[in-house]
């Protein structure tokens, strides 16, 4: 059975910190994606990585496929009230596995 | 481009009855798949359509059954309703086919709540 496992399961900051979230699997993947899921409302697709190394970032997000293809990171810079949210990742690999999320909030 | 609907947005049923959910995708997606989530148990994946086809299946009991139309368009329906159904159910379209076929993009959901 292919898992992911997000790490940590709940994180809490204040605005201004930064932050890494984990996406963790045993299982190789073709490719992996991120989503934000905002309280009420359907996952939105925030990036997808398919070379292992891979680093792609987002304004102030940086995603990071691991070398072997069976992890991925998510790191926030400064992150803010607006970025609060739940953090899905899901691995592809002939299906969307998807991992339980990082639920994050950014204090003001 | 318009994005995924999902009607209704909430509905209280009540247990024994059945529901039926509906989604439209993105103009030009033929894949429409059907999630549950719950707090516990996180995302769940019941069914793909393409093409009006089931081309997936996750692993849930019959009572929850899906359609796609050839306009793309879907129902999901779930019959004789249990209290454990109560969830939200998530719509995402996709291209189907092609590189990144499998990005998906999700309606807003329906928040079901079996009484």
């Known amino acids: 059975t292919q898992l992911l496992e997000q790490s940590p399961q709940f994180l809490s900051i204040q605005e201004g910190e930064n932050l890494t979230v984990y996406c963790n699997s045993s299982?190789?993947?073709?490719?992996l994606q991120w989503y934000r899921q905002e309280p009420g409302e359907g996952p939105v697709l925030l990036v997808t990585v398919v070379t292992g190394g891979e680093v792609k970032k987002l304004k102030r997000l940086t995603f990071q496929f691991g070398d072997a293809r069976k992890d991925s990171s998510l790191h926030i810079t400064a992150a803010q009230p607006g970025d609060t949210g739940l953090y899905l990742c899901?691995?592809?690999?002939?299906?969307?596995?998807w991992g339980l999320g990082t639920s994050l909030a950014v204090n003001p | 481009k318009a994005g995924v609907t999902q009607t209704p947005r909430y509905l209280i049923k009540t247990r024994g009855q059945q529901v039926t959910l509906s989604c439209s995708p993105i103009s030009g997606h033929r894949s429409v798949s059907w999630y549950q989530q719950t707090p516990g148990q996180g995302l769940q994946f019941l069914f793909e359509y393409f093409s009006e086809t089931q081309r997936n299946k996750g692993n849930f009991p019959g009572r929850f059954s899906g359609r796609q139309f050839s306009n793309s368009r879907s129902e999901m329906n779930v019959s004789t309703l249990e209290l454990g159904d109560s969830a939200l159910y998530l719509c995402?379209?996709?291209?189907?086919?092609?590189?990144?076929?499998?990005?998906?993009?999700f309606g807003p959901g329906t928040r079901l709540t079996v009484t």
């Open positions: 995402a379209s996709s291209l189907g086919f092609g590189k990144f076929s499998y990005e998906q993009y």
């Open positions: 299982s190789v993947f073709s490719s």
């Open positions: 899901a691995g592809y690999n002939r299906k969307l596995i």
